[in-house]
């Protein structure tokens, strides 16, 4: 084998774990060897080999049931990966709270709860809003929350709203997933979602997804009813969504195209695709 086959096999290699990787977090649970097939398309062999590779690395973990997760040395790598992208996106988040007068948050989802990655305190007041770097906030009464669960398919926005639940915080939280995915509607019809004193009496929110984002990731803004309420809802909206569309090409990770290109002229790929909902199925070289 010459040096550039060598090559161009470690590249597909490398190309198809990441992908295995990708199906387990987004299956959001336990998978077979199987299973990663019908998801992927790849060979049972091929499978075994690179999940054999992975779970020696701790990137996988098997269970006793013979089922696959992910594995534990991806949280730390999670976690860096998050401080990072708060670091890219500080210069934004520091002229967004400077336009707006407000503190802007950056925030992105993690399994059933939004986590703050970034943040960029008022400059103008005392009085401002803080929320700590690492915080997990839930999903269902927050800005940030509703901004991630309305880029996602209602039926996804509904399981993890069930599994996580809709607790009443304040006096004015929304309960109870009807109304709840009704009002993820309404978030994307205005293309901004709202929390207003409902997870904590006295603040107000406004939030938009980043599109284009390596995950599901809110932009907002939040400061205190007093002096920040629904009539600057519209100004701060705009502002934020022009402050994302910044973002997005910051964060944008380039699909690898050759790859993309080659998956339909596989010849090792002769497991058909999965009619599963709980994986999508991407056919891989």
Known sequence: MSASERGTSGVQSVARAFALLE???????ELSVSELAEATGLPLPTIHRIVRTLQELGQVHQLANRRYTLGPRLVGLGERASRMLGLRAAEGLKALAETIGETANLAVLDGDRAVYTAQAPSPRHSMRMFSEIG???PLHSTGVGKALLAQMPAETARRLLAGAGTPRLTAHTITGIEPLLAELAAAR???HALDDSEHELGVFCVAVPV???PSPTALSV???????????????????R?????????FACPEPAPARRAASHSSDSGVPPSSRSTTSTRKLP
Not at 23 to 29: L, P
């Open 23 to 29: 199906v387990m977090a987004e299956a959001r649970g």
């Open 135 to 137: 915080r997990r906030v």
């Open 189 to 191: 019809d205005r293309g």
């Open 211 to 213: 599109p284009g984002a």
């Open 222 to 240: 939040s400061g205190p009813t007093t002096r920040f309420s629904r009539d600057r809802a519209g100004e701060a909206a705009a502002l934020l």
């Open 242 to 250: 022009a402050a994302a569309a910044r973002m997005t090409g910051q």
